[in-house]
């Protein structure tokens, strides 16, 4: 059987802030419906790689293929008609804003293409339908994160980047959001979810792309990765070490 040529392809991407490049010689492919788990220590450049994917943070070198064609030089805007949805980390959402005219606001489509992509997300999320018309700042985090992950959806994309759909919320929510992203990705609808542990992404992810300083230091299948595994790769054995010495654990971590 012959492989699928990927949806997402990127080669020798190097981009960052103004100094020195964050991330440099970053290279991997995403196949059409695959779900790539993006891992690394805090600062590796897993929030820099997505948003040069999207096209926020501007890139030095290196090329961004998208569907069959170079998407580097685009804008947001145009690659988020291409087909790429995007959720940031620390979710964004406009506190004032209600959930229906939050996901109204996402969509570029005229006004039966943005209703249609409305419903569609209300199925998906019968959390959201439930509070359309709540504003954000009367949600909790984790329903605050499903609008975020709604909203990524407005596009109608191909391809989510989903930075860090975990971060802040307690472990059963964790699971509620995950369980959101399984039922994106069940759509057919292609993946990568930057997180820094393995645990709520191991059942959704088929591969695992871990950056340590940048770089990537491991691609691989999910299934051959552990926690431990990870650890060693994300942070150098020696700061594997150190870490499990002084127990810098999530604060959620059963004691
Ligand atoms: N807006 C910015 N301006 C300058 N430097 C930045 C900016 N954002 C991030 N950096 C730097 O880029 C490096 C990578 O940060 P990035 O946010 O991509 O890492 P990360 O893997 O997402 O980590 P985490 O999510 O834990 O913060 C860090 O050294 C960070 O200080
Ligand atoms: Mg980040």
């Known amino acids: 059987m012959r492989a699928l040529p990927p949806l997402l392809e990127v080669t ?70 291409r087909g ?5 980390e620390g979710r964004r959402v406009f506190p ?50 499903m609008l975020a992950l709604g ?14 759909p975990s971060l802040g919320l307690a472990p059963p929510v964790v699971a509620d959001v995950f369980g959101a992203i399984a039922a994106i990705v069940a759509d057919g609808v292609a993946a990568v979810i930057a997180e820094d542990r393995l645990a709520p992404v191991d059942r959704v992810a088929d591969r695992a792309l871990v950056l340590r300083a940048g770089r990537v230091v491991a691609d691989t299948a999910l299934a051959a990765l552990s926690e431990d595994r990870l650890a060693d790769l994300a942070l150098g054995a020696a700061g594997a070490s150190a870490a499990a010495s002084t127990r810098l654990a999530s604060p959620f971590e059963p004691g």
Do not use: H, K
């Open 12 to 81: 020798g991407l190097a981009a960052g802030y103004g100094g020195g490049p964050v991330i440099a010689g970053v290279g991997f492919a995403v196949p059409p419906g695959g779900v790539v788990a993006l891992l690394g220590a805090n600062g590796a450049g897993r929030s820099t790689l997505l948003r040069a994917l999207v096209g926020l943070t501007p890139v030095a070198a290196g090329e961004i293929c998208f569907a069959g064609a170079p998407i580097t030089r685009l804008g947001v805007a145009a690659r988020v008609r």
């Open 84 to 88: 790429i949805g995007y959720a940031p």
């Open 96 to 145: 004032g804003m209600n959930v229906r005219d939050t996901l109204l606001a996402a969509s570029r489509a005229p006004r039966a293409g943005r209703r249609a992509a409305l419903d569609r997300v209300f199925d998906l999320f019968p959390q959201l339908a439930a509070s359309a018309g709540r504003r954000a700042w009367q949600l909790s985090g984790g329903q605050q994160q």
């Open 151 to 164: 909203r990524a959806l407005m596009g109608e994309p191909r391809l989510v980047l989903l930075d860090s």
